[in-house]
């Protein structure tokens, strides 16, 4: 099993510019999360799922979108990058809610400038 | 919103002592707590969870604790290696915060030879 896959691995955005982060995970994990880590600050929540086509807000969705068309994939959408989008982002997945641990990818670096 | 905080000061140790990390967290008490290490460039590997009504839980050399009058979690690495090295994140979920999990921004632990 891969686990759960993040790419890329590095960008850099210039600010207004748009993209999407990719995650899947091949454990046939029904939660997906994304969370952002600033240095030192620890992981805040941007959104996650609970299944297929279920999403909800976590505690810094502004300025993201996601959607979960498959229970593999968990693509975050950013629509008009900003420097204070600038973190590394986690995506996890869990096999049932947060009284389960979860498993993360290895993170994607995002820089806009 | 819940908080939960870690000691964001850098903890240095002599190889085969025990390290002492601290998750302090405010209000009521969280449902679980959950314990993952950080090494840098990659994602949190989960360690140990425990439950509200769990005084005590270990693994191998490590043990975590859950005092509720305290309001806090101790987490410890016996016969500690420098291979121990890492960032220990706690984190906590509760019964009516859905399905998300509140990450503290973590404790850095270096274990010298």
């Known amino acids: 099993n891969a686990g759960v896959t993040q790419t890329p691995k590095f960008r850099i955005l210039k600010i207004g510019q748009s993209m999407t982060l990719q995650c899947a995970q091949d454990?046939?994990?029904?939660?997906m999360y994304w969370y952002r880590q600033d240095p030192g600050m620890g992981l805040k929540l941007i959104y996650y799922?609970?299944?297929?086509?279920?999403?909800d807000k976590g505690e810094v969705p502004n300025g993201y979108n996601v959607s979960r068309s498959t229970t593999e994939d968990f693509p975050l959408r950013l629509e008009l990058a900003a420097p204070s989008q600038t973190s590394v982002y986690f995506c996890?997945?869990?096999?049932?809610?947060?009284?389960?641990?979860?498993?993360f990818g290895p993170g994607t670096r995002l820089t806009v400038l | 919103s819940q908080k939960i905080e870690q000691n964001s000061e850098a903890l240095n140790i002599q190889e085969g002592k025990t390290a002492t990390l601290t998750c302090n967290y405010t209000?009521?008490?969280?449902?679980?707590l959950q314990w993952y290490r950080q090494d840098p460039g990659r994602g949190p590997v989960f360690l140990l969870l425990?439950?509200?009504?769990?005084k005590e839980k270990r693994k191998e050399r490590l043990k975590v604790t859950f005092d509720t009058t305290l309001k806090q979690s101790l987490f410890h690495i016996t016969a500690s290696q420098p291979a121990d090295s890492a960032t220990y994140l706690c984190?906590?979920?509760?019964?009516?915060?859905?399905?998300?999990?509140?990450f503290g921004g973590g404790t850095r632990l270096m274990v010298k030879p």
């Open positions: 984190a906590r979920s509760d019964n009516n915060a859905g399905n998300m999990l509140t």
């Open positions: 425990i439950r509200e009504n769990e």
């Open positions: 799922s609970v299944g297929a086509g279920i999403t």
């Open positions: 454990m046939n994990h029904n939660y």
């Open positions: 996890a997945s869990s096999y049932t809610g947060p009284y389960n641990e979860q498993f």
């Open positions: 209000n009521y008490s969280p449902a679980y």
